[in-house]
């Protein structure tokens, strides 16, 4: 479904992505507009499927999850049974946080997010046990310098 945003919905997104628990009232007046106007433009931006969900965003340090690995994968097989295979057996790990495929010479990424290093070779090994792969490389980031989830809206 397509939606037209005017600067008032855009404002009211930007708001909700920064934080999504604000009340009505604050968001309207933040937005510029009064409560009833608001609240039908929230109502509406996630009928449209604009706002997908609302959630809490973890610290990951204090959850004991510092360590963030970009998984890349190639495979020689890029037939639909082994894609849906392979997707159902990724989506499935809780580790992986994101999941794209991909043009150039990785086929695959995968954001994952572990304890330590112990905890990403439990994790590997339940990987490549999944569905047969050409090549797995692993990459720890050292520091993470920027996370948003924010759109540039």
Same mark, same amino acid.
């Given at each position: 479904?397509?939606?037209?945003?005017?600067?008032?919905?855009?404002?009211?997104?930007?708001?909700?992505?920064?934080? @999504?628990? +604000? $009340?009505?009232?604050?968001?309207?007046? *933040?937005?510029?507009?009064?409560?009833?106007?608001?609240? &039908?433009? %929230?109502?509406?931006?996630?009928?449209?499927?604009?706002?997908?969900?609302?959630?809490?965003?973890?610290?990951?340090?204090?959850?004991?999850?510092?360590?963030?690995?970009?998984?890349?994968?190639?495979?020689?097989?890029?037939?639909?049974?082994?894609?849906?295979?392979?997707?159902?057996?990724? @989506?499935? +790990? $809780?580790?992986?946080?994101?999941?794209? *495929?991909?043009?150039?010479?990785?086929?695959?990424?995968? &954001?994952? %997010?572990?304890?330590?290093?112990?905890?990403?070779?439990?994790?590997?090994?339940?990987?490549?046990?999944?569905?047969?792969?050409?090549?797995?490389?692993?990459?720890?980031?050292?520091?993470?310098?920027?996370?948003?989830?924010?759109?540039?809206?």
């Amino acid at each position: 479904m397509s939606v037209v945003l005017d600067q008032t919905d855009r404002r009211i997104l930007r708001e909700l992505q920064h934080d @999504a628990t +604000l $009340p009505v009232a604050q968001l309207a007046e *933040r937005a510029f507009v009064s409560q009833t106007p608001c609240w &039908k433009r %929230v109502k509406r931006l996630t009928e449209a499927g604009v706002i997908e969900k609302r959630v809490a965003i973890l610290n990951r340090d204090a959850l004991e999850l510092g360590l963030v690995v970009f998984v890349g994968v190639r495979t020689n097989r890029h037939d639909e049974e082994w894609l849906s295979t392979f997707a159902k057996a990724a @989506a499935a +790990l $809780p580790e992986v946080v994101e999941f794209y *495929r991909m043009s150039g010479e990785t086929d695959y990424l995968l &954001k994952v %997010v572990v304890k330590d290093i112990a905890a990403y070779d439990a994790f590997y090994k339940r990987l490549i046990a999944a569905v047969p792969l050409q090549d797995v490389s692993s990459s720890f980031a050292m520091e993470q310098i920027k996370f948003t989830t924010a759109l540039p809206i």
